[in-house]
């Protein structure tokens, strides 16, 4: 089964900083599109940032010069850097990727979300 695993999360007073992780399990033919997205509560789920396999990068506005999305395609694994972290970043954070799986004799894209990590960032 093919899914992705997050770890990083937790309290963090504000203008600290914190690293998310997501790493792809299971067996798979290709990792594309990785991305960060946020859910705070009572609001609908935002783009934080993605990334490419060639390292081409998109950044949401609010998240722009404090987060640093990044990957290692080795180890199939997407990384978020928050550094100068707000109370208004306090949401939980979820992967998501494009996983490509071999099906018999075709390439199939599963478009998949990560389990959510909780961020909470204190005044």
């Known amino acids: 089964q093919v899914q992705l695993v997050e770890s990083g999360g937790g309290l963090v007073q504000a203008g600290g900083s914190l690293r998310l992780s997501c790493r792809a399990s299971?067996?798979?033919?290709?990792?594309?599109?990785l991305g960060w997205y946020r859910q705070a509560p009572g609001k609908q789920r935002e783009l934080v940032a993605t990334i490419t396999p060639r390292m081409v990068t998109n950044y949401a506005d609010s998240t722009k010069g404090r987060f640093t999305i990044s990957r290692d395609n080795a180890k199939n694994t997407v990384y978020l850097q928050k550094n100068n972290l707000k109370p208004e970043d306090t949401a939980v954070y979820y992967c998501k990727g494009a996983i490509q799986v071999m099906r018999i004799d075709i390439i199939d894209e599963l478009h998949l979300w990560g389990q959510g990590t909780q961020v909470t960032v204190s005044s």
């Open positions: 299971g067996q798979f033919f290709s990792v594309n599109e």
